[in-house]
């Protein structure tokens, strides 16, 4: 998975950063992208997507990841601004907010899925999949699936009846019944299609 840092250095490129974000489909709370650019002189061993991690062990290694990495960084956008400019810009927003902050400017950013907007003169690769086939995309990954767990879980203590420390947001059918019942909380994405086919009868 180290194939693209190896290469984009060979060229280069000696701060690499890995691109990834969290949330793009939960129905409620922010969308988190995380920007890592990795040292890979060091422990790296069990990196991989997010979504093939139990949490515990992306708990482990976010830790690792963010104690050792050169520099990393993330974003946010709330649903009330998502909302307003859309899932695809509030993402692309919330991943120019992560590379923004990172400490040190990196030279090549490695990103998951399709082309974002221009980031200034910091050249790109976008991956399909990146999250599965590059390592800094992966870690990247690890990092805003925390953060924004981490995020819902705090969440779920102001809004217990939706069970966010439990579904993270995303449409189970638990959640589903609890918007039913309920409606949604100021934390939902009103604009999105199965919240609106789930609660379009309340209006």
Avoid at 40 to 57: E, F, M, V
Avoid at 67 to 72: F, G, K, Y
Avoid at 177 to 184: E, M
Wanted: overall charge positive; some cysteine.
């Amino acid at each position: 998975m180290l194939s693209l840092e190896e290469e984009a250095i060979k060229r280069g490129y000696q701060l690499v950063a890995g691109l990834d974000e969290a949330g793009r489909g939960s129905l409620c709370g922010s969308v988190v992208a995380a920007a890592v650019v990795l040292d890979l002189t060091g422990d790296l061993q069990g990196i991989k997507d997010s979504k093939c991690l139990s949490a515990r062990k992306r708990e482990h290694l976010y830790y690792r990841i963010v104690e050792n990495a050169v520099c990393w960084a993330v974003g946010l956008v709330e649903a009330e601004e998502i909302d307003r400019i859309n899932i695809k810009n509030a993402t692309f927003k919330a991943m120019k907010e992560a590379v923004n902050r990172l400490e040190k400017k990196p030279n090549l950013l490695l990103v998951d899925g399709l082309p974002l907007p221009s980031l200034g003169e910091i050249p790109q690769v976008f991956i399909v999949k990146g999250d599965a086939n590059c390592l800094s995309i992966a870690a990247a990954s690890i990092v805003a699936k925390v953060t924004r767990d981490r995020i819902m879980v705090e969440l779920d203590k102001e809004y217990p009846e939706y069970r966010l420390r439990k579904n993270k947001g995303y449409g189970t059918a638990e959640h589903l019944r609890a918007l039913k019942l309920l409606g949604p909380s100021p934390i939902h994405r009103l604009t999105f299609n199965p919240m609106k086919s789930t609660i379009g009868t309340l209006f």
